[in-house]
């Protein structure tokens, strides 16, 4: 059996305003992608292959609970019964990416990172979380839907995950706006670089091409809501965990920002947080840009000084304030 160790709440408060996450030592995760990881492409029609998870098909998949654990597992619990339907559910967008091109930064290598990258336990792991840092109870299964999929609009949070190569047909171009201008959230993280941005933003141009995005800046208050999160934005890129430079230091220019195998072409340097509002000036999308912060929930059992550096001072309060502040503006 998974074990995790309970987060003292006090610790919370004494750390981030809600305080610091404490785990128990949990046994490591594969060390990286299994041989024969390849771009989703490779395997043809409906079928994926994940970075550790094994194939996916997208046309049947509909929870993260049914996808095993890449990392060192994920947590269980249950709600009331008579109430399963009344919590707050984490979904993730499926969409496809395109084929490679001239144009892709070296950092890919050929390979595709599609929206399975973190899947299952980010979602699973801020989803308990959530459950057990606050009031808030949520599905313990997680969700994971096509934008055309008209239930979509029965989740009002959505997470996209490396969209650089996102690819939308009519119809999911069609079903992402109607579930935007009609009240959904869309949050996009872990995406890199000037031409994953480019890529990114000339879909979403696609789908709403009246909004223009507007720079979000450490002042607003989706990071104060809950967690008193510090600044600058720079301190909030959070590395990929296999790549993380111990010796970096956000705070002195000279400090190399990665190690060689980091780099994630022209661009990747700065942190950045993106919107794109609605009339009301309510967020409709936000993309944190060059922050792998869905990798301090998804190995946060794997490294205990990555857990402490990045997923309890940085991934956790930002997942939990993003949501808060989106369910209730």
Known sequence: MHHRRQLPLALFWAALGLGAVALSAQP?????????????????????????????????????????????????????????????????????????????PTFHRGRRLGWWVDFPDADLNLSYRLQQMTSLKTDPDGRVLKLNNPELHDYPFLLMEHPGYITLRDSEVAGLRKYLLAGGALAVIDFWNAIEWKGFAAMMKRVLPEREWTEIGMDHPIFHCVFEIKGPMQHLQIPTMQFWNRAHNPDDPNSSAHRPECYRGEGSEKMSVRALHDDKGRIMVIAFHNSDITDGWEREGEDHDFFEVFSERVAYPIGVNLIFYLMTH
């Not at 049947?60 to 619990?77: F, N, Q, Y």
């Open 28 to 104: 490591r995760g594969p060390a990286g992608p299994p041989p024969g990881w390849v771009n989703e492409n490779d395997l043809g029609g409906s079928l994926v292959r994940t970075e550790g998870s094994g194939v996916i098909d997208q046309d049947l998949v509909k929870t993260a609970r049914e996808v095993v654990s890449h990392s060192t597992g994920t947590p269980t619990w249950k709600n009331p019964r008579g109430f399963e339907k009344d919590v707050f559910t984490f979904a993730r967008a499926i969409f496809n990416v395109g084929p490679t091109t001239s144009l892709s």
